[in-house]
């Protein structure tokens, strides 16, 4: 599966903010913090790693689609559904 350019920094930004803000959950939890606070970090930090995969399967279905025909993109689209199904 080739990923667009594009996508491939755009998803690297998330990841880049969410490593930050995993540094963030870890100084928080050293510091004692409430665990609402840490618990609504984690939920952020989460759902950011799975708009990053999200982002890369729909760009990887995009090249499923456009450059394949027939058996090859039946397997590919399946291989695509087990990736998504995989985040979901």
Request: hydrophobic share 45%.
């Amino acid at each position: 599966m080739q990923v667009d350019e594009d996508a491939v920094r755009d998803v690297i930004k998330r990841l880049r903010r969410a490593e930050g803000q995993i540094r963030g959950i870890i100084g928080m939890l050293e510091e004692g913090r409430e665990c609402a606070e840490v618990v609504t970090q984690l939920a952020a930090v989460s759902r950011a790693l799975d708009r990053a995969g999200f982002k890369i399967i729909a760009s990887g279905l995009q090249q499923c689609i456009a450059g394949q025909n027939g058996d090859d993109r039946r397997a590919s689209l399946e291989q695509m559904e087990k990736l998504f199904l995989s985040l979901a």
